[in-house]
């Protein structure tokens, strides 16, 4: 058979496959995908990649392998449905960055992720200061959940027909305990200016900060690196570590 009419045969093949295999798996859009979802989809992609153009070896080889891996993943998605712990394990659990406005950087730890990553993904929904958001939820698919403060969510000065004051995008000035200098010239500051209004948050050195950014308005939002937070709302299943210890001495 001439190689280019094999080629198209097996790439019609492989299509109709993967076409097959997704329809079943029941994804509607991309990102709504676990990180698990993901990997399925890029061996899934790998397999009728050969079968289209590796020649050499028996086109029903790549077919079978495509169709087995498709019947594992939907296995897989069907135990997960059926078996809370079991999705929990393939599929991962939400994760809280933001508590009551304060950054909870362990958590952002265990993630492998930044503040280039949350400030990217919070202004990817409009929202350009983190003191303005409440709480914010890393979720199983990569996407981030935020809930503004509830003086956030009141009735727009357009809703009131009044004239809103300018917004502009806040001024990061520390990262990581450490001060963003430029920052602090392009808004006419300097170090004496940032440490006395640090003093005024009873914060008294720099490396205790996570974060501070500087609004349109003048006001200075602050995160330490050990926020003090009595009560944590955690999404997941687990059991507290307090609880825990409880049933091992009641035990």
Do not use: C
């Not at 790439?11 to 076409?19: D, N, P, Q, V, Y």
């Not at 950087?105 to 409009?126: S, V």
């Amino acid at each position: 058979m001439n190689p280019y009419v094999e080629i198209l045969l097996r790439s019609i093949g492989a299509f109709a496959l993967i076409l097959l295999v997704t329809r079943l798996l029941g994804k509607s859009q991309v990102n709504q995908l676990t990180v698990a979802d993901f990997v399925n989809a890029i061996v899934i992609g790998a397999i009728a990649g050969s079968l289209v153009v590796e020649l050499n070896e028996s086109g029903y080889y790549y077919a079978f392998g495509l169709v087995a891996f498709g019947l594992m993943t939907i296995v897989a998605e069907y135990i997960g449905l059926k078996y809370r712990p079991a999705r929990k394990l393939m599929e991962g659990e939400p994760t809280v960055i933001i508590h009551n406005g304060k950054i909870l950087e362990d958590n952002m730890k265990k993630l492998l992720y930044n503040m280039d990553n949350l400030t990217m993904q919070l202004r990817e929904q409009g929202v350009f200061n983190i003191a303005d958001v409440e709480f914010a939820v890393a979720e199983p698919n990569g996407s981030l959940s935020i809930l503004p403060k509830a003086d956030r969510l009141a009735a727009t000065v357009g809703d009131l027909n009044l004239q809103g004051n300018y917004q502009g995008i806040p001024s990061e000035l520390i990262q990581d305990g450490k001060i963003i200098e430029q920052n602090l010239i392009q808004n006419s500051l300097d170090e004496e200016w940032l440490f006395r209004e640090l003093e005024k948050q009873g914060v008294y050195a720099v490396s205790d900060v996570n974060f501070a950014s500087l609004d349109s308005g003048g006001n200075l939002y602050v995160d330490l690196k050990k926020d003090q937070i009595d009560h944590l709302t955690d999404p997941t299943d687990k059991v507290p570590a307090q609880k825990r210890r409880k049933n091992r001495m009641d035990g």
